[in-house]
């Protein structure tokens, strides 16, 4: 059986709950499959995350997927770049690449979750810090360590439970949908990784 690691947030900011945990606990609630998912619950704060992300990524698995809420998401948004810019505008591996770049393939991801009806598109920006260092330093640790490990991230709109709580009603997604998405997603990308 294939484990994976599976990451999400907890709540930061005015945020009560975090869409990102909130679809995890869903997927792991239903989800059934031929995948092991090994999944942990990151702080808001970026130093403790990597911390215990480097710690995480020494069960070598073949892939890593990090969800994070994305506020102003009207679509799942895969995220093809992390950049190494920290919460202090610093870097956050001081002799580390300016990016990476996902190697996994994820217009084919976009393309099936578009064609079941889940809105999703491929994003070119870091995303907010800490989910933009998740996404770094996932990639940079499994370089440094000499593993095989991919990852990818995935940026969820808020649940409809949040969005109705806000002053300007943004655009949200349900919980089942979200954790649908998440799912298909890990088995697109295993199935078509070397």
């Given at each position: 059986?294939?484990?994976?690691?599976?990451?999400?947030?907890?709540?930061?900011?005015?945020?009560?709950?975090?869409a990102s945990w909130l679809t995890l606990?869903?997927?792991?609630?239903?989800?059934?499959?031929?995948?092991?998912?090994?999944?942990?619950?990151?702080?808001?704060?970026?130093?403790?995350?990597?911390?215990?992300?480097?710690?995480?990524?020494?069960?070598?698995?073949?892939?890593?997927?990090?969800?994070?809420?994305?506020?102003?998401?009207?679509?799942?948004?895969?995220?093809?770049?992390?950049?190494?810019?920290?919460?202090?505008?610093?870097?956050?591996?001081?002799?580390?690449?300016?990016?990476?770049?996902?190697?996994?393939?994820?217009?084919?991801?976009?393309?099936?979750?578009?064609?079941?009806?889940?809105?999703?598109?491929?994003?070119?920006?870091?995303?907010?810090?800490?989910?933009?260092?998740?996404?770094?330093?996932?990639?940079?640790?499994?370089?440094?360590?000499?593993?095989?490990?991919?990852?990818?991230?995935?940026?969820?709109?808020?649940?409809?439970?949040?969005?109705?709580?806000?002053?300007?009603?943004?655009?949200?997604?349900?919980?089942?949908?979200?954790?649908?998405?998440?799912?298909?997603?890990?088995?697109?990308?295993?199935?078509?990784?070397?």
């Amino acid at each position: 059986m294939t484990r994976i690691l599976v990451t999400a947030f907890e709540p930061y900011d005015h945020w009560k709950q975090n869409a990102s945990w909130l679809t995890l606990c869903d997927l792991t609630r239903w989800y059934n499959g031929e995948i092991e998912l090994v999944t942990r619950r990151y702080p808001a704060q970026v130093g403790r995350m990597a911390e215990m992300l480097r710690k995480d990524l020494q069960g070598d698995f073949p892939l890593v997927i990090h969800l994070g809420q994305a506020p102003d998401a009207k679509a799942i948004e895969l995220q093809a770049i992390g950049v190494n810019v920290g919460e202090d505008g610093g870097k956050l591996v001081h002799d580390g690449p300016e990016a990476y770049r996902t190697s996994l393939p994820l217009r084919p991801c976009v393309n099936q979750l578009c064609e079941a009806g889940i809105p999703c598109k491929i994003s070119y920006r870091g995303g907010d810090c800490r989910c933009n260092a998740a996404f770094y330093l996932s990639q940079h640790y499994s370089r440094t360590f000499g593993m095989n490990t991919q990852s990818v991230f995935i940026n969820l709109p808020l649940a409809p439970a949040q969005a109705a709580q806000e002053t300007e009603l943004p655009a949200s997604m349900s919980t089942p949908m979200t954790s649908a998405a998440v799912a298909m997603i890990m088995q697109s990308l295993l199935s078509t990784r070397p």
